[in-house]
Nanobody
Framework: QVQLVESGGGLVQAGGSLRLSCAASGRTFSGYYMGWFRQAPGKEREFVAAISWSGGSTYYADSEKGRFTISRDNAKSTVYLQMNSLKPEDTAVYYC?????????????????WGQGTQVTVST
């Protein structure tokens, strides 16, 4: 069992930046692939980014490549999502999630644990 708590969301103007954090507790953090997802009102939850156990491999949705960066600090049991050049269409609740293995990192059904989410709102 692992518990995930996101933080760092808020209101930002278009073009601005935010860094989300997800702190994990419970089982060994380094044993999980970690992912970030988001869900806008009326839309399905969608993949944003994922990172491997050691941080050596990262994965991004096409729309986030070059703007978002996922990283992790296993000593702090925390995964981060640095978001730059934010757009109004990035407005959503952002969730972090944990899974055991490397397969299908963009598939929500493959993740075993989820945080409660943090709201990100990008104004024009």
């Amino acid at each position: 069992q692992v518990q995930l708590v996101e933080s760092g969301g808020g209101l930002v103007q278009a073009g601005g930046s935010l860094r989300l954090s997800c702190a994990a507790s419970g089982r060994t953090f380094s044993g999980y692939y970690m992912g970030w997802f988001r869900q806008a009102p009326g839309k399905e939850r969608e993949f944003v980014a994922a990172i491997s156990w050691s941080g050596g491999s990262t994965y991004y949705a096409d729309s986030e490549k070059g703007r978002f960066t996922i990283s992790r600090d296993n000593a702090k049991s925390t995964v981060y999502l640095q978001m730059n050049s934010l757009k109004p269409e990035d407005t959503a609740v952002y969730y972090c999630a944990a899974k055991f293995g490397p397969s299908r990192v963009s598939d929500t059904t493959r993740y075993n644990y989820w945080g409660q989410g943090t709201q990100v709102t990008v104004s024009t």
